[in-house]
């Protein structure tokens, strides 16, 4: 069953630089022909930027040892830290 979904917008005012005030004009009028349309594209570039900051969060990271560690060596790494164990100058 899919329960009634209330989307509330709430009026704000933001200050913005005049480099980024006139880009995003520039970016309304080319994409909606209208400036008119200027909060939409705002929440569209916040949103999408929300949202790749969370898939970038989520994402795993791999590093090529050139060799399989085992749980032992594992388990040293995480309590040791990467860059005692491998040797890293931070």
């Known amino acids: 069953m ?3 979904l209330t989307i509330y917008m709430v009026k ?4 913005l630089e005049d ?3 006139k880009e995003l004009v520039r970016e309304a009028l080319e994409k909606y022909g209208t ?5 939409k594209l705002i ?3 916040l949103r999408k930027a929300m949202y790749s900051k969370i898939e970038i969060e989520e ?3 791999r590093i090529k040892l050139g060799r399989k560690l085992g749980p032992d060596e594992i388990e040293k ?7 005692e ?3 890293w100058k931070l």
């Open 2 to 4: 899919v329960k009634n």
């Open 12 to 15: 704000t005012t933001i200050v």
């Open 19 to 21: 480099d980024l005030y």
């Open 35 to 39: 400036t008119r349309k200027l909060s």
């Open 43 to 45: 929440n569209e570039k």
């Open 59 to 61: 994402k795993s990271l």
């Open 77 to 83: 790494i995480v309590e040791e830290g990467w860059s």
């Open 85 to 87: 164990v491998l040797g």
